[in-house]
């Protein structure tokens, strides 16, 4: 790329201010990912001044389907692009947000095919230029790139297959037909375009290898396996040395950091599937759950670090790592440092990998009733930081708002439970995982002061449930559409609509599915996926029909005879166990069964790796209206820190977007969205009129789904 990412970065930038910071030409601001603005205009003393400049709305959230908005836009030259609930690509004026153009990728595929596409959450776009006309902008659409031209809103055809990139590309012969997308927006080096992926979390996973693209032609220049084949480093970590050929997962859903002056990409790396039982994947499972350190130009690891061995928990990095500059010893080093699901932070220098505070290998909870599974005697446990979440419940930490009657349920079920400290096996009985599945630091990540070295993370606090149960073998030959449909649906469904077809976490019941489809229609879903819910292309026809039949309760053809040849691979993905599901520990009532706070705000130094103030984040309103102060609520989308002394926060599902003081956290402002705004915000400039803008798109935690980009500035 002949343009330089300091050059883009530099639109609009104040004449005092490093001008990598001034702009938001990429997601997470600039290639740091540190999500710092250095302009000035809006302080601590006028902050309280803002007010909405201009909202657009982009016309079709879905409100059945709980439609989301997670996009951190970015504006080149005056114009912002983001992306709607249902993946249109939008260029909107960043100074009145008068829309410019709008990309709909369905239009490509023909009128009849719009179901086709697979409508992913999508949290950002990646912008390329030869720094002359060819300007160029990278999304993924279910499980394609696309090239778009950012002037036109058209299809770059050069690209790819007239466009397009198919995700699948790569992955060898056995991901054809599996679940494959990006969550995560792409990122640029030079003339490269690298990318992770989001494949499904169960035994039907695709491999997550990293590969990078040529941004003119689409062709694929190298890929790094995440699954090391035979002769690879890391392919000794598995025990079976034939599992790469059917284990999936270890990918890059977070998205990257890349180092421009290096050339060095920073890629963490999910679990390997399935998630919460490891019998068929024994070993530490490299490249599973790590930082890698890839040659951004050629894929060659220069260093990697392991966060989690053998990993049953779905414990992995969970959003892309940040770069900065740190003092130790009285020395300046370039670090980059990754927040956790775990609550914990690492800082490793730049170029070894060599972690700035010590990392300590502990013995953790061995013993487990999962017949095949063996997990790893030891995980990596950084001395500094202090963790930013509680990582245990005891019955000291039940919920002490709750009436008598729920304490004492809530107190009961504890007490039936495997809990009390970290990496507890998953059990038949049920284990508390705190944090929990979508606890500590999630995907919106944090953001870094680069004058100060503090980190500002916010995160969730939540306790799970993991609950393991036996699968009941049956010989599918004797088996008829009832038998293998509840089978099939334990197998593949239960996890996230739950045994009883309620639903659980951020996952929707299904129990009325009849209302809403039939026969041919929900396999058409099942085909094509949506949103969070993997497309299911690699099961069997029968096998689909099956599942419908129990699904929609087709009784007349409960009785047909299920006849069915299995593959290998049908074989390696029969599990002696199943997850019951993703469950929030609550009470009947939906009240959490853990004390507050359920959102935290936490500044910390690392330069010496001490906490510097943390404070709560947001309102949960059930327990606002019984008087109790400071609650919290799970939150999810990162913040942004400036150099005047602000931190600027969305995420709750109290719809609020709110303005810290970032030296003391004290609230300084805040102000009512049209939706939750589970996103990151950007802030940017145009015309010497400073913004900041925020996706309301809501969706989750039972809240409205909403459309609208709000931009807010000073009067």
């Keep these: 790329m002949s343009i330089s990412l300091f050059l883009l970065a530099s639109a609009g930038c104040n004449n005092d201010a490093p001008d990598q910071y001034a702009g938001w030409t990429m997601v997470n601001g600039n290639y740091t990912g540190n999500k710092y603005s250095s302009l000035t205009a809006i302080d601590t003393t006028n902050v309280q001044q803002l007010q909405v400049a201009w909202t657009y709305r982009t016309g079709d959230a879905d409100t059945a389907a709980h439609s989301q908005i997670q996009c951190n836009p970015i504006i080149v030259d005056g114009i912002m692009y983001a992306v709607s609930p249902q993946l249109k690509l939008l260029a909107l004026d960043a100074a009145t947000g008068v829309l410019k153009w709008a990309f709909l990728p369905y239009d490509t595929a023909g009128s009849d095919k719009k179901a086709n596409f697979n409508l992913n959450n999508n949290r950002g776009v990646a912008y390329w230029s030869d720094d002359k006309d060819d300007k160029r902008l990278f999304y993924t659409v ?14 770059i055809t050069a690209f790819g297959n007239e466009g397009k990139v198919d995700l699948h590309e790569g992955l ?4 054809a037909g599996l679940f494959v997308t990006a969550t995560s927006a792409p990122t640029i080096y030079k003339d490269l375009l690298l990318t992770g992926t989001r494949v499904s979390e169960g035994m039907d996973a695709a491999p997550g290898h990293i590969r990078a693209f ?8 190298w890929i790094f396996h995440t699954i090391p084949q035979p002769g690879e480093p890391g392919h000794e970590t598995w025990e079976d040395k034939d599992a790469w050929k059917m284990t999936g997962g270890a990918n890059n859903w977070m998205g990257m950091t890349i180092d421009q002056e290096r050339g060095i990409a920073y890629a963490p790396t999910g679990s390997a599937a399935m998630d919460f039982y490891g019998g068929k994947r024994l070993g530490a499972n490299l490249y599973a759950d790590c930082l890698l350190a890839l040659d951004a130009l050629t894929g060659k690891l220069r260093w990697h670090f392991q966060y989690i061995h053998h990993d049953t928990w779905d414990y992995d990095p969970s959003s892309a790592p940040v770069l900065l500059t740190v003092t130790h010893n009285e020395k300046k080093i370039d670090a980059v440092a990754q927040t956790t699901k775990t609550g914990f932070v690492f800082v490793f220098n730049r170029d070894t990998g060599e972690p700035l505070f010590p990392v300590v290998e502990t013995p953790v909870d061995t013993a487990t009733e999962l017949a095949g599974e063996r997990l790893w005697p030891t995980q990596p446990i950084p001395q500094k930081p202090a963790p930013f979440v509680r990582q245990s419940f005891l019955e000291k930490d039940i919920n002490p708002y709750l009436s008598e009657a729920e304490y004492e349920e ?15 096996p998953g059990s038949l009985q049920g284990t508390v995982v705190l944090p929990g599945f979508d606890g500590g630091g999630e995907w919106g990540g944090p953001a870094v002061d680069p004058e100060t070295g503090i980190l500002y993370v916010n995160a969730s606090e939540m306790a799970w449930i993991l609950k393991m149960e036996e699968v009941k073998k049956k010989e599918s030959r004797n088996e008829n559409y009832l038998q293998a449909g509840q089978r099939l649906y334990q197998q593949h469904c239960t996890a996230c609509h739950g045994k009883d077809r309620k639903g659980g976490g951020n996952y929707p019941g299904i129990t009325n599915a009849y209302q809403k489809y039939d026969k041919a229609s929900l396999i058409e879903f099942m085909n094509n996926g949506r949103r969070m819910m993997p497309a299911f292309g690699h099961l069997k026809q029968e096998e689909k029909e099956a599942i419908v039949s129990v699904v929609l309760n087709l009784k007349n053809e409960y009785q047909r005879k299920f006849e069915i040849q299995q593959t290998a691979a049908d074989l390696f993905r029969q599990l002696p166990y199943r997850f019951t599901g993703y469950d929030k520990f609550l009470t009947k009532t939906g009240k959490p069964a853990l004390a507050p706070p359920w959102g935290t705000l936490t500044a910390i130094d690392l330069n010496t790796g001490e906490h ?7 309102e949960d309103p059930v327990f606002k209206e019984q008087g109790v102060k400071e609650t919290g609520t799970e939150n999810y989308g990162g913040p942004v820190v400036t150099k005047t002394g602000l931190l600027f926060i969305a995420a709750t599902k109290d719809a609020k977007f709110r303005a810290f003081n970032k030296s003391n956290g004290r609230l300084l402002w805040e102000a009512s969205l ?9 802030m940017y400039e145009v015309n010497g009129k400073q913004f900041i803008v925020i996706a309301c798109g809501g969706g989750k935690l039972g809240t409205a789904s909403g459309d609208a980009y709000v931009a807010f500035a000073l009067p």
Excluded: H, N
């Design 142 to 155: 279910g499980e394609f790139i696309c090239a778009v031209d950012a002037g036109t809103g058209k299809l």
């Design 172 to 175: 060898g012969d056995r991901a």
């Design 214 to 221: 040529d941004v003119r032609t689409g062709q694929m220049k």
């Design 410 to 424: 809530v107190q009961t079920r504890l007490l039936s439970y495997r809990t009390g400290k970290m990496f507890m």
């Design 612 to 618: 510097v103030w943390k404070t709560v984040l947001g």
């Design 674 to 682: 049209p939706a939750a705004g589970f996103a990151t915000p950007a």
